[in-house]
């Protein structure tokens, strides 16, 4: 795996994540793939069109987002997976929320950027 494709993907997240917090759903559909599996840790799932409605309507506002121990992996030339421990502060329904989770995601990329195709987080015990 090169160095190249590690900063990349860790830079498209930081641009999801900063598109998320920032409340901006114009910036996050530009990152997110049109194909997007968005799990939730409560195991709902929402495809692009959902995610980008639920922060619309401000169902899901979130306030801050940390990673640590990323770790990324080519699938493929133009497929990569990236993973880690994910601590996000979020309102879900008006309630506030510390989650601290392991995340998978899977990023694709078309022409020169990357997507966000896949998310899938599990919650860690306490």
Known sequence: MSDSLTSDIKAAEAGRCAAMVANDPAA????????LQFHHATGAVDDKAAFLAKMAAGRIVYQGIAWSEEKVLALGEDCALLTGR?????????TA????NRVMTVWSRWGSA???LAFQ???LAT
Request: hydrophobic share 35%; proline share 4%.
């Open 86 to 94: 994910m601590t996000t502060d979020v309102k879900v329904e008006g």
């Open 121 to 123: 987080s599990t919650p």
């Open 28 to 35: 996050l559909a530009n990152v997110l793939d049109d194909r």
């Open 97 to 100: 929320k510390q989650l601290n």
């Open 114 to 116: 990357w997507h966000l």
